[in-house]
């Protein structure tokens, strides 16, 4: 299926923008039909017995691919022309060589770090986590036999190596979620690019894997700064409606393909209609992201002037001198879209604050077309245990706000009138 539709005019690469409505597909496979259609298949008919074989050797890993041999389309939970369309699609924003979809963003994540990851391994992560994500490093793999350690953003590297020294076993794996969920705490992707170098052992190098899932791929390209990969929760801005759940990994065939390996075997692949559903998010994905974060640093701005709330965490809002400052001048090409604030009052006041709300929706998720609004101490980070809550900076008082593509003027109106009521 990998008949690529040209990526180039006259020599010049296409950007991405302009490649989302065509590449990887060609209309000739499909009756003409400009989009591809949804493959709502579990299985694959082969021509003859002898292509059924060849596709397994493949598949299995019996045998390599040759030069101008295609992995033929098998089973569903193998392959599937929407999947591998998408996954096309996906790798052109992080430059990546492969790209692999999952049934959400912890099935992506859960996948790699089981891909990756044995009895006696060490991971460094930053904290906070997403609240998922936070349990399957900090209850789940101790359980398997993997040490965990954490490392926050204002560790600086010869804190992180004592923490590291501390920690009995190999290093295989730097996990890192930049900007954090939900303070917006940024993590250097060089210094854990140069941590994991310094770490190489046997000629193997730990893995460099970034949550990408607030900034990107539009704002932050991991594999530019040494990644090996970028993972994403594709329910947020990669799906933007709030209408799907799914994840990705995109990087190099090393990170990926042992992952994408286990995603057969375990079966977190997304379905054919969701794969299709991405591929239509995906060709408005930019201009969402770009208005969204216009308005994002419209209401940002608001916020800090109003006399009810503190801390904005914003990237927006950093200046030079201020933390994180210089790791996104680095690192990111726009701020994002993602607001957490503090109101007056604690709970009582940020409960106050939500239940007010009438254009914001109080839901957990992010990325949305809608705006979106919750409380990560109760909701989204509910599971982290208190003392790392209290330690990451997720008070009682904290709100997490996904600003959407709705006019700006009345989100702040709303904004305004619920923060009224605090
Ligand atoms: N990573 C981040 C940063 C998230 O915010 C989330 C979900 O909120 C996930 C991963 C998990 O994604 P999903 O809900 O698609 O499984």
């Known amino acids: 299926m990998r008949d690529h539709m040209s990526d180039a005019l006259d020599g010049r690469k296409l950007r991405p923008e302009s490649l989302m409505m065509s590449y990887g597909y060609a209309p000739t496979w499909s009756e003409g039909a400009l989009k591809s259609p949804i493959f709502q298949t579990s299985t694959f008919v082969f021509e003859t017995a002898e292509d059924g074989k060849r596709f397994f050797e493949i598949a299995t ?6 030069e101008d041999e295609r992995v033929g389309l098998i089973y569903s939970r193998l392959n599937n022309p929407d999947l591998e369309i998408l996954e096309d699609r996906l790798t052109l924003w992080d430059g990546g060589e492969t790209a692999t979809v999952f049934a959400s963003g912890m099935a992506a994540i859960a996948t790699t770090l ?35 350690v954490e490392y926050t953003a204002e560790m600086d590297r010869e804190a992180i190596d004592a923490a590291l020294a501390a920690a009995d076993g190999r290093l295989a794996m730097i996990f890192i979620e930049t900007p954090a969920n939900p303070t917006n705490d940024l993590f250097d992707i060089e210094t854990a690019v140069a941590i994991a170098a310094d770490h190489t052992a046997d000629g193997r190098r730990p893995f460099v894997m970034v949550d990408n899932t607030f900034l990107g791929p539009v704002w932050q390209s991991p594999l530019a ?12 801005y990669i799906g933007g409606h709030s209408d799907l759940v799914a994840g990705a990994i995109v990087g190099t065939h090393d990170a990926v393909d042992p992952v994408a390996a286990l995603r057969t075997c375990l079966g977190t692949m997304a379905t054919p209609f969701t794969g299709w559903l991405l591929m239509r998010s995906l060709e408005t994905l930019s201009l969402r992201m770009e208005r969204q974060t216009a308005t994002a640093q419209r209401i940002a701005r608001f916020l800090t002037h109003h006399p ?18 210089e790791i996104y001048k680095r690192q990111c090409t726009g701020p994002g879209a993602m607001i957490a604030f503090e109101v007056d ?32 101490g109760t909701m989204t980070h509910a599971g982290v245990d208190a003392e790392t809550k209290q330690r990451l900076g997720i008070t009682p008082s904290l709100v997490r706000l996904s600003v959407g593509v709705e006019h700006p003027e009345d989100l702040i109106l709303d904004l305004g009138q619920a923060l009224a009521a605090v």
Do not use: M, W
Request: with cysteine.
């Open 61 to 66: 890993g019996q045998r390599a691919c040759g």
């Open 114 to 148: 089981l891909a990756h990851l044995r009895p006696g391994d060490v991971l460094l992560h930053s904290g906070p986590l997403y609240g998922g994500t936070d349990h399957l490093v900090r209850d789940v793999l101790p359980e398997l036999g993997i040490a965990t």
């Open 308 to 325: 009810k709330v503190h801390n904005v965490h914003y990237l927006g809002l950093l200046e030079a001198g201020d933390p994180g400052y």
């Open 345 to 376: 009052d604690g709970e009582a006041g940020a409960f106050r604050f939500l239940n007010h709300l009438e254009v914001v929706r109080l839901a957990v998720s992010l990325g949305s077309t809608e705006s979106l609004a919750e409380h990560p």
């Open 225 to 236: 700064h040494g990644a090996d990969a970028a993972i994403y929760s594709a329910t947020k």
